[in-house]
């Protein structure tokens, strides 16, 4: 019959355990003889200074074990690291993405509906849960319900080190709207700026009470140039979200059926009268 080797140094921690165990046990129980005996039986066998003695030989059977085996609890608790070092790096991800959700969730960051951006990822919030945010991709510097038809799936853990920024909150009376025109240099740019904000004023006149009470800024027009040197005219103000599309087609085309007209009057001139050009209302004599 084949026999099992057992380490030497096993089996020496293993009789250094035993004999630890007998000796504190016969040491308490002397000790506990002696206790009884001084005690006498009216003290009830003193079961305080009895307690007192099973605390003190468990600590000390506690501590020799702790000695006898110390080589092979560190090894142990080195194996738990190490465990638990690989299921936290192994599940780092999983845990920034619950992480993210739950920052999202206590913070309020965004919610299902708003139009946001992500590290570049710009688009309105189809759903979130614990792992990911899903997001219907949107052409950036729209003015909105203009989709790609494509759908981005962001994991929460890209929220801690993201640029996050909400351009729409879902529910909202009004929303930011940004635009703009270019027009050619020879064209009055003060009339041309007059115009469109007589138009704006128009348009927008039915928001205002609604802007108002969410304190925001009313329509503005600022001008830019092009590398062209044509002047570009940017146009910001707040429209709701769903006449957003339709708001921006109707000051366009009204601003363009204006330019359209004035450059008629120009041509239906009579052919004796002076030639001038108009350059933001400068008129200049043509050679």
């Known amino acids: 019959?084949?026999?099992?080797?057992?380490?030497?140094?096993?089996?020496?921690?293993?009789?250094?355990?035993?004999?630890?165990?007998?000796?504190?046990?016969?040491?308490?129980?002397?000790?506990?003889?002696?206790?009884?005996?001084?005690?006498?039986?009216?003290?009830?066998?003193?079961?305080?200074?009895?307690?007192?003695?099973?605390?003190?030989?468990?600590?000390?059977?506690?501590?020799?074990?702790?000695?006898?085996?110390?080589?092979?609890?560190?090894?142990?608790?080195?194996?738990?690291?190490?465990v638990a070092a690989a299921f936290v790096i192994a599940t780092k991800e999983l845990i920034q993405c619950v992480t993210g959700a739950l920052m999202r969730a206590a913070g309020g960051s965004f919610r299902v509906g708003d139009v946001v951006e992500i590290d570049g990822v710009y688009g309105r919030i189809v759903a979130h849960g614990l792992l990911a945010t899903t997001i219907a991709e949107m052409e950036k510097g729209s003015s909105g319900g203009r989709l790609t038809g494509r759908r981005i799936v962001v994991p929460n853990s890209r929220l801690f080190a993201a640029d996050l920024r909400v351009a729409e909150e879902a529910g909202a009376?009004?929303?930011?709207?940004?635009?703009?025109?270019v027009i050619d240099p020879h064209v009055s740019t003060q009339k041309t700026v007059a115009f469109l904000e007589a138009a704006l004023q128009r348009f927008c006149e039915p928001f205002s009470a609604a802007r108002e009470a969410m304190n925001?800024?009313?329509?503005?027009?600022?001008?830019?140039?092009?590398?062209?040197?044509?002047?570009?005219?940017?146009?910001?103000?707040?429209?709701?979200?769903?006449?957003?599309?339709?708001?921006?087609?109707?000051?366009?085309?009204?601003?363009?059926?204006?330019?359209?007209?004035?450059?008629?009057?120009?041509?239906?001139?009579?052919?004796?009268?002076?030639?001038?050009?108009?350059?933001?209302?400068?008129?200049?004599?043509?050679?």
């Open 173 to 181: 009376a009004l929303s930011p709207l940004s635009f703009h025109l």
């Open 1 to 82: 019959m084949s026999s099992f080797p057992i380490d030497p140094h096993l089996a020496l921690d293993l009789g250094a355990s035993a004999a630890l165990l007998g000796v504190v046990a016969l040491a308490r129980r002397l000790l506990a003889v002696r206790i009884a005996a001084r005690a006498g039986p009216a003290a009830g066998g003193a079961p305080l200074p009895l307690m007192r003695l099973r605390l003190g030989c468990g600590l000390v059977f506690l501590l020799g074990f702790v000695l006898i085996w110390f080589d092979e609890l560190q090894s142990l608790l080195w194996s738990f690291t190490a």
């Open 216 to 287: 925001g800024a009313p329509p503005l027009v600022t001008l830019e140039t092009t590398e062209l040197g044509r002047v570009r005219l940017d146009v910001s103000c707040l429209v709701p979200p769903p006449e957003a599309v339709a708001f921006e087609r109707e000051i366009k085309m009204e601003v363009l059926e204006w330019l359209w007209a004035q450059a008629q009057a120009r041509q239906m001139r009579p052919a004796g009268e002076a030639r001038f050009v108009a350059v933001n209302d400068r008129p200049a004599r043509a050679a």
